[in-house]
C-alpha cells in the first residue's frame, strides 16, 4: 500500500472523501516523464571558472575557494524551473561558443584576461537586455550566474569569514558602530 491509498481509506474510514483528493495529493505523485537536471563534473569545473572570473582571488580567496560552481549545480537543479535550467545551461554553451569565437580557444583554457574580458562585454549585453526587458521576457543567463556567483560565494564558510567580518555568536545588538575605510562588510 502507498502513501496515496492509506490516506484515501483513513478518509473512508472517518466517513467520508477528501474534497479534491486527487488534488490534494499531487505532491506524491511520482514524475518520472520529467527529465532530470545535472551538470557533469566538466560543467561544474567550468562554472567554477566562471565564478572565480567574476569574483576573483585576491587578498581573500575567490569562488572558487568557496565551490560556487558545486552551489550553483544544487541551486538550478533543486530549485530552477525546466525553462530557466535551459536557459542556464543554453548560456553555459554561449559563452564556450563566444570565447571560441573572440578568443579562438574555449573559456577553460582562455587567460583571466581573455575571460574578463569576455564576460565584461556579456555584462554589458546584460545591461542592454535588463534595459529594454519586458515583465514577460526570461531572466538573461548571464544575470542567474552573477546572483548565483555572489549568493554562493557571501554564504559560505569561505566567504562569510574571510571576505566579510563574521561573529558566530554575535553580542547586543549595535545600530551605529564606526566605520574605517577599507573595513571588511559584515556577514549575517
Known amino acids: 500500500m502507498n502513501r496515496r491509498e492509506a490516506l484515501e481509506r483513513v478518509a473512508l474510514i472517518l466517513g467520508g472523501t477528501v474534497v479534491g483528493g486527487a488534488a490534494f495529493l499531487q505532491g506524491c505523485k511520482s514524475t518520472d ?7 557533469t563534473p566538466e560543467q561544474i569545473a567550468f562554472l567554477d571558472e566562471v565564478a572565480e572570473t567574476i ?3 585576491t587578498s581573500t580567496p575567490g ?3 568557496a565551490k560556487v560552481g558545486e552551489f550553483m549545480n544544487v541551486m538550478v537543479t533543486d530549485c530552477y524551473d ?4 535551459a536557459i ?3 548560456g553555459m554553451t554561449a559563452i564556450e561558443k563566444r ?3 573572440l578568443h579562438k580557444v574555449g573559456f577553460m583554457q582562455a587567460t583571466p584576461e581573455q575571460r574578463t ?4 562585454t556579456i555584462n554589458g549585453e546584460l545591461k542592454e537586455y535588463n534595459a529594454t526587458k519586458k515583465e514577460q521576457d526570461p531572466t538573461h543567463y548571464f544575470a542567474m550566474m552573477k546572483q548565483l556567483t555572489l549568493l554562493g560565494f557571501f554564504t559560505s564558510e569561505v566567504g562569510a569569514t574571510q571576505a566579510l567580518r563574521y561573529v558566530a555568536i554575535p553580542g547586543k545588538y549595535e ?3 564606526p566605520y574605517n575605510k577599507g573595513d571588511r562588510a559584515w556577514a549575517t
Not at 33 to 39: D, G, N
Not at 82 to 85: A, G, H, I, P, V
Not at 117 to 120: D, E, K, S, T, Y
Open 33 to 39: 516523464s520529467a527529465v532530470a537536471f545535472s551538470l
Open 55 to 57: 569574483i576573483p582571488a
Open 63 to 65: 569562488a572558487k575557494a
Open 82 to 85: 525546466q525553462k530557466d535550467q
Open 88 to 90: 542556464f545551461s543554453e
Open 99 to 101: 570565447c571560441n569565437d
Open 117 to 120: 574580458a569576455l564576460l565584461n
Open 175 to 177: 545600530g551605529c558602530v
